[in-house]
């Protein structure tokens, strides 16, 4: 009796594990499905309202000749694609800090890491006189990665280490300094910053494949470091000396995830300017679905933060007609209940 009872122990572990993969799946399946949704909405909604079937007419090719299907291909088309490439960058690096740093409160902009990008961009715009993405792009990716190297060596010095309130508010101060001092610069010299007014805000209108392309390399880039460092961040995320007993190699892994996170935040930055928040809310949303697996995290990260950014992008084309709020507004405006919800709750300590 005892024997049976030992047997039909692991039958129901493996079938509990099989049916809770099931689910995730299914329900990473029902999030593509809400990006397909989102992004055939980015394509219809705006200053004026495209019917649906003349969207997929234009994406399919039949009606390619009328203004309406030149409107989504030659404009919006882009337009959408870039906020996809932003999204999904933004919170895979959100993801990836969070589970490096193990501090739930971490992602791109709070750690300083969009500001440091766009500081950079702004001494390339303002001082040099650089306004191709082509070019300003190496600059994003400079301060991206000094503003990470800052943070994590700053927040992780003395005895007790990198604890998340220590990072959290190293990152913070960070921010805020270079953000003041790029504010003042915008001030000193309207005239000369004025190609960044826009973006500083972090806004979807007017990028095209321009923008995207000089990009799109480093961008790939990140997300296959992103998925390739999955599995080990689960040991990581629990501690540096319990990762190494499993056998992660904790010194590597933090190299690529300090990599991927330069290659992600300073590629969209660059591309859409710095925004705020993607990176924090869409990781842990994936965190409450599908548990602590990095591996699925990062998963569902790839599909709904690209779905928040599109969607913040609509409201911000429809919330004040004529005229849009940038998407990085909207998602500031999102973002800031969430995170005073995260900072409330008791475990937001700890992954």
Do not use: C
Not at 34 to 54: E, M, N
Not at 141 to 170: D, E, H, K
Request: glycine share 12%; proline share 5%.
């Amino acid at each position: 009796m005892t024997s049976r009872i030992t047997d039909r122990a692991p039958e129901a572990s493996r079938a509990g594990v099989a049916q809770k993969r099931t689910t995730r799946t299914l329900g990473w399946v029902l999030a593509l499905g809400l990006l397909g949704l989102s992004v055939i909405a980015s394509l219809a909604i705006g200053s004026r309202t495209i019917d649906p079937s003349v969207v997929l007419g234009a994406l399919l090719g039949t009606s390619t000749h009328s203004t309406d299907a030149i409107v989504v291909i030659d404009s919006r088309l882009p337009r959408t694609i870039v906020g996809l490439a932003a999204g999904l960058s933004l919170g895979l690096a959100g993801g990836l800090i969070q589970a490096v740093t193990r501090n739930p409160l971490a992602d791109p902009g709070i750690l300083g890491v969009t500001s440091g990008a766009a500081f950079a961009v702004a001494i390339a715009v303002g001082v040099l006189g650089i306004t191709s993405a082509q070019n300003y792009v190496w600059f994003a990716f400079g301060g991206a990665l000094v503003a990470t190297v800052f943070v994590y060596i700053v927040g992780s010095a003395g005895r007790s280490g990198g604890s998340p309130v220590r990072l959290t508010l190293t990152g913070v101060a960070l921010g805020a300094v270079l953000a003041g001092i790029t504010s003042g610069m915008l001030l000193a010299d309207p005239r000369g910053f004025a190609a960044m007014q826009a973006w500083q805000s972090g806004s979807l209108q007017d990028r095209g494949w321009e923008s995207l392309a000089p990009v799109a390399p480093f961008l790939v880039v990140g997300v296959v470091l992103a998925f390739v460092i999955a599995r080990p961040l689960n040991a990581v995320a629990l501690g540096d000396d319990l990762a190494a007993s499993l056998g992660a190699n904790v010194a590597v892994v933090r190299v690529v995830a300090v990599i991927a996170v330069t290659l992600l935040a300073g590629g969209s930055t660059a591309i859409a300017g710095p925004i705020a928040f993607v990176g924090l809310a869409v990781p842990h949303i994936a965190r409450w679905i599908v548990g602590p697996d990095q591996r699925w995290i990062l998963a569902y990260t790839l599909v709904l933060a690209p779905v928040l950014l599109l969607l913040a992008d609509i409201v911000g084309r429809v919330i004040m007609p004529p005229g849009e709020v940038q998407a990085g507004i909207i998602t500031a405006a999102l973002g800031a209940p969430v995170l005073i919800y995260l900072v409330r709750r008791s475990k937001a300590i700890s992954l």
